[in-house]
């Protein structure tokens, strides 16, 4: 190859530079996405084939999620790395992923508290039959945990690593961040005002990652997050409702406390979420490879 052609593609380190890297998972990725896009939206018969509007969720969450898996292993291909080498290989990856869940839980159950505590919101029973709470309780694990999954290894996986590798950490941390939000724009209910919220929680979660060098307390922290907001709380993921839930939520006021009708944007989701980026970037993480 030619010396000066050389140096566009390649660094000094003789592997493929972060751009070009990016460049090959994208496309990766998209040699899986678009043919199941064009399956999900042209062709009703995998809606009648699954059954349900939630199992056509579940069913393209995990093939996202396999479409992911794919494309980092193209991606880590190209830059001659291990697989696990994008945030992945962690020897404390279960507990981890349980002080992920743990954090998750507890942070979006503080959310929904203040609202309460401050007579925005009434929680009661669900009025659902149990054995249907249940079932809807199994299906929302079967669509939200891949799909959580998924959501980190897209935006926090390969493509936040060659980011860092390419731009630095606060520029990915800020690229990523607003691709996080950019990809939720097309959700019910998400209009700009919503937007800042979603961009402070994909930032908390890239922030752990790149400090951490692991992806697992993330996937923890998303995956409790949304179900815990869901199906314990019953209130809309993201403007998406999943079904029967323990609780059943009534509002009682719009506002600063229930950010309208989305409560990850309200103001105490802006506290805890802004307070956790900076408790993440000083934490002295024992930071894996």
């Not at 507890?106 to 054995?131: D, K, N, Q, Y």
């Not at 059943?248 to 805890?272: D, K, Y």
């Amino acid at each position: 190859m030619i010396p000066a052609l050389r140096t566009v593609f390649f660094g000094s380190d003789l592997r493929l530079r972060s751009g070009w890297a990016v460049a090959v998972w994208l496309g990766a990725f998209a040699c899986v996405a678009a043919p199941v896009y064009v399956a999900l939206t042209r062709f009703a018969a995998i809606p009648r084939w699954i059954g349900s509007e939630l199992g056509v969720l579940g069913f393209a969450a995990w093939l996202r999620l396999l479409g992911a898996l794919f494309a980092t292993w193209v991606g880590c291909a190209a830059v001659r790395q291990r697989f696990g080498d994008a945030y992945g290989h962690d020897r404390h990856a279960v507990a981890r992923v349980i002080t992920g869940l743990a954090l998750g839980a507890a942070a979006i159950s503080a959310v929904v508290a203040v609202a309460w505590a401050m007579g925005s919101l009434e929680i009661r029973p669900s009025h659902t039959p149990l054995a249907e709470v249940l079932r809807s309780g199994g299906l929302q694990a079967l669509v939200l945990f891949p799909g959580s999954a998924a959501e980190e290894l897209i935006v926090h996986g390969f493509l936040l690593q060659q980011l860092v590798r390419g731009t630095g950490r606060i520029a990915a941390i800020a690229l990523t961040s607003s691709l996080f939000a950019l990809a939720h724009i097309g959700n019910p209910g998400l209009g700009f005002m919503v937007l800042p919220n979603v961009a402070l929680f994909g930032a908390l979660l890239a922030v752990v990652t790149v400090r951490s060098g692991s992806l697992w307390l993330a996937v923890g922290f998303h995956i409790a997050w949304n179900y815990t907001l869901g199906f314990i709380w019953g209130s809309s993921i993201s403007g998406l409702h999943f079904g029967g839930s323990l609780l059943e939520q009534v509002q009682r006021a719009t506002g600063p406390w229930t950010g309208g009708n989305f409560i990850e944007a309200s103001l105490q989701s802006w506290v805890i979420l802004t307070a956790g980026i900076f408790i993440a970037g000083f934490w002295p993480w024992k930071r894996e490879a």
